[in-house]
Nanobody, 122 residues
Framework: QVQLVESGGGLQQAGGSLRLSCAAS????????SGWFRQAPGKEREFVAL???????VYADSVEGRFTISRDNAKNTMYLQMDNLQPEDTAVYYCTTDARTYYTGTYAPRYWGPGTQVTVSS
């Protein structure tokens, strides 16, 4: 059973930066598709970013150019660097993985972390 735990959330002013981290219970991020989702109050959960098993990246239009997804296989950790944060980025951010070693163009997470809160003030 894969376990994911996020950290690094908090309160930041608009224009600032935060880096989220996600630690996995085993060799999860090495060779699997993994990504971040978020859910703002009163809204549906939405896709943020993906890093495929071959290290290609995909971003939601709303964060393209501001957020960067990466992973460190040696540390079994995935990151989300968030720059130029805006109030609309306020949400609970979830770390995910589908534990698959192939990517068909569709990402359907199988495992989720409990989430970490990010709040951006104007």
């Amino acid at each position: 059973q894969v376990q994911l735990v996020e950290s690094g959330g908090g309160l930041q002013q608009a224009g600032g930066s935060l880096r989220l981290s996600c630690a996995a219970s085993e060799g999860t991020f090495s060779g699997y598709n993994s990504g971040w989702f978020r859910q703002a109050p009163g809204k549906e959960r939405e896709f943020v970013a993906l890093i495929t098993w071959r290290s290609s990246t995909v971003y939601a239009d709303s964060v393209e150019g501001r957020f960067t997804i990466s992973r460190d296989n040696a540390k079994n950790t995935m990151y989300l660097q968030m720059d130029n944060l805006q109030p609309e980025d306020t949400a609970v951010y979830y770390c995910t993985t589908d534990a698959r070693t192939y990517y068909t163009g569709t990402y359907a997470p199988r495992y989720w972390g409990p989430g970490t809160q990010v709040t951006v003030s104007s």
